[in-house]
């Protein structure tokens, strides 16, 4: 029986050469006109399109210099209403494939946006990177410490860039209550980090422990606020792994 870890590994150990040239953010000309579209635009590739992934594709299609031209789902259901949501946006409606393979073969785009469910994060990442792809990652990067050590050293490996969607220390309202900590505020007083009923169920402990179980999925980016406001330093982008 092939388990989880050893199927990761497998898939890391599947290209030939280890290259180490070129670490972000110190990559070449070329890469710089392959990532930034310096002569066109920026083509994505979705994989995961129900609910936030969904959210994902329409801002990246709003985005001035970038089309989503792929998408990738099990849920035929999800496929449609997407492709039909990027076709009301961009005029444009992008292929559909359920099979996360099949969609890696194709150059119809440069870098994939991955919302799948978790325990599929670090697995579609490494195959993204594998075919040549960049990648924007949704929280949490894995499913367990072991694969975010996968994926950094194939991030080395593959000299692909990996961006984890790690931007609630740049919410408007958490920078204002940073600052207002920082004055000498009392964190439980403060009224910008919960400004609405709406974000209130961060208060909840079942959020956290029980039927949600969101205490790795909303615990980590909430732990990198808190170490923000401490030590005022770290990207919360990286994971130290030792070469």
């Known amino acids: 029986m092939t388990t989880r870890r050893d199927f990761i590994k497998k898939t890391v150990a599947g290209t030939a050469a280890l290259s180490l040239g070129s670490i972000i953010p110190g990559f070449g000309s070329n890469s710089y006109q392959e990532i930034l579209g310096a002569n066109e635009k920026i083509r994505i590739g979705v994989i995961g399109v129900n609910s936030r992934g969904n959210a ?8 001035k210099g970038c089309e989503v031209t792929y998408l990738c ?3 035929s259901r999800a496929l449609e209403r997407c492709q039909a949501d990027i076709h009301k946006i961009s005029g444009r ?21 991955i919302a799948t469910p978790d325990h599929w994060h670090a697995k579609a ?9 960049h ?3 949704e929280k949490p990067t894995s499913h367990n410490p072991a694969e975010n050590e ?3 050293r194939a991030t080395l490996k593959y000299n692909r860039i990996v961006q984890v969607g790690n931007q609630r220390r740049s919410w408007p309202n958490v920078i204002k209550a940073i600052e ?3 004055s000498g505020a009392s ?28 205490a790795l999925h909303h615990g980590c980016p909430i732990l990198k606020i808190i170490i923000f406001i401490i030590t005022g330093t770290g990207s919360g982008t990286g994971v130290p792994v030792k070469h």
């Not at 994902?56 to 985005?63: E, I, V």
């Not at 990442?125 to 792809?133: D, L, S, V, Y």
């Not at 439980?188 to 400004?195: D, N």
């Open 93 to 113: 409606t992008p292929k559909g494939e359920k099979d996360i393979r099949k969609m890696l073969e194709s150059d119809d785009f440069e870098a994939v946006v």
């Open 180 to 182: 207002e900590i920082k």
């Open 73 to 75: 789902d099990v849920d």
């Open 125 to 133: 990442a490494i195959m993204a990177m594998q075919a040549g792809k």
């Open 135 to 137: 990648v924007y990652l």
């Open 56 to 63: 994902l594709a329409q801002g990246f299609a709003k985005m």
């Open 187 to 214: 964190p439980g007083m403060s009224t910008t980090v919960l400004p609405s009923a709406q974000e209130k169920w961060f208060l909840y402990p079942t959020i956290w422990t029980g039927i949600y179980g969101k």
């Open 150 to 152: 996968m994926l950094v």
